[in-house]
T-cell receptor
Framework: GNSVTQMEGPVTLSEEAFLTINCTYT??????LFWYVQYPGEGLQLLLK?????DKGSNKGFEATYRKETTSFHLEKGSVQVSDSAVYFC?????????????FGAGTQVVVTP | GAGVSQTPSNKVTEKGKYVELRCDPI?????LYWYRQSLGQGPEFLIY????????DSGLPNDRFFAVRPEGSVSTLKIQRTERGDSAVYLC????????????FGEGSRLTVL
């Protein structure tokens, strides 16, 4: 079956540091890939997505590239802010079911200190 | 409000009791999803509705769990004979359609079974 593996947290960084959160997946066919973010006290929200190989999703300074050859979708940001402190979830949609039927990774907590 | 609303935000019950959790999606969204998130894990898919009908209930763990959406808007997740293992945060999400690529999540209902 489909699965998503992401790096364990917490990841603690200083403001303006470079952030990478690794995500790899196992899936049959051609999944769509997503990063969702959960800020403290808020619901999950979509950060970015990519629907086919070599697509790059980007939003709020974050980027992730759909790498089919390495089955990865790593999240990066060049200079984090305290406001980026949150839990980040990598997820995939199989493409054969509804896009909203997602397989999530376990989440990675990111803590950015001033 | 404009977002997905879930009630109650917190529910504590005793083993064996019946529980209902309510989700009020964004107006006009035809697709509605229920997920369950255990501590330290990513959300796990339970069921999704397209309109009034359950299009995919493959994630419901057993027949103690049931969900309805009688008028194609508000949905209720019902859990009979609750067990301690049912303790989790139950998340609801809605989308404009089944294949629009973005889910809008509520803040969740935290269920604790004593």
């Amino acid at each position: 079956g489909n699965s998503v593996t992401q790096m364990e947290g917490p990841v603690t960084l200083s403001e303006e540091a470079f952030l990478t959160i690794n995500c790899t997946y196992t899936a049959t066919g051609y999944p769509s890939l997503f990063w969702y973010v959960q800020y403290p006290g808020e619901g999950l929200q979509l950060l970015l997505k990519a629907t086919k190989a070599d697509d790059k999703g980007s939003n709020k300074g974050f980027e992730a590239t759909y790498r089919k050859e390495t089955t990865s979708f790593h999240l990066e940001k060049g200079s984090v802010q305290v406001s980026d402190s949150a839990v980040y979830f990598c997820a995939l949609s199989s493409g054969t079911d509804s896009w909203g039927k997602l397989q999530f990774g376990a989440g990675t907590q990111v803590v950015v200190t001033p | 409000g404009a977002g997905v609303s879930q009630t109650p935000s917190n529910k504590v019950t005793e083993k064996g009791k019946y529980v209902e959790l309510r989700c009020d999606p964004i107006s006009g969204h035809t697709a509605l999803y229920w997920y369950r998130q255990s501590l330290g894990q990513g959300p796990e898919f339970l069921i999704y509705f397209q309109g009034t009908g359950a299009a995919d209930d493959s994630g419901l763990p057993n027949d103690r769990f049931f969900a309805v959406r009688p008028e194609g808007s508000v949905s209720t997740l019902k859990i009979q004979r609750t067990e301690r293992g049912d303790s989790a945060v139950y998340l609801c999400a809605s989308a404009r359609g089944a294949n629009t690529g973005e889910l809008f999540f509520g803040e969740g209902s935290r269920l604790t079974v004593l």
